[in-house]
């Protein structure tokens, strides 16, 4: 059986805060807003893990006004959603994800973004694609106030029934 989950994510962007992104530190002047550490990418995967095997989204497991989640690794937020799924007998057959950002340039990051999400998942980076864009200038992405990022990801269950 295969499962395909989809998500999108968005974070304002403020000055002063740390900017995490795929469990790395970027450098810039701006950082993502949320109630964990808002890393907005790991949010998108593990969300699209959920909404394959329509499970709900993030909130339902990980609410923003459970104080035992202020400031959470989103990364672990990652694992947990995958170990729960594993633990149904799924696996990642691949993972796509889009990151639309303005500044900064992702290419330095986004090896170091694939091998922390494999890590996470246990699964080979092979299978973890991202890529970037930016809106040229447009809208709140494009106007550096924002963070959109979105992951679709195929799941395969290969485990027998047995009656």
């Known amino acids: ?7 999108k994510d968005i974070h304002p962007l403020v000055e ?3 900017f995490i992104l ?34 709900g989204d993030l909130g339902k497991f990980f609410p923003d006004d459970n104080p035992a989640y202020k400031n959470y690794d989103s990364g672990l937020i990652l694992k947990e959603v995958y170990e729960y799924v594993k633990n149904k007998g799924y696996e990642v057959i691949n993972l796509d994800c889009m990151v639309s950002l303005e500044k900064p340039k992702l290419r330095p990051y986004v090896d170091e973004m ?17 890529k970037a864009t930016t809106f040229e200038g447009i809208g709140i992405v494009g106007e550096e106030k924002a963070i959109i990022c979105e992951a679709i990801v195929l799941l395969e269950n290969d485990m027998l029934l047995v009656l």
Do not use: Q, T, Y
Request: proline residues 3%; glycine residues 12%.
């Open 114 to 130: 694939r091998e922390n999400i494999a890590r996470l998942m246990d699964v080979e980076v092979e299978k973890i694609s991202i």
């Open 16 to 18: 002063g805060r740390p």
């Open 22 to 55: 795929g469990g790395v530190k970027l450098k810039h002047p701006k950082g993502a807003v949320g109630h964990s550490d808002a890393d907005c990418l790991m949010h998108a995967v593990a969300e699209s893990i959920l909404g394959a095997l329509a499970l």
């Open 1 to 7: 059986m295969i499962r395909i989950g989809f998500s």
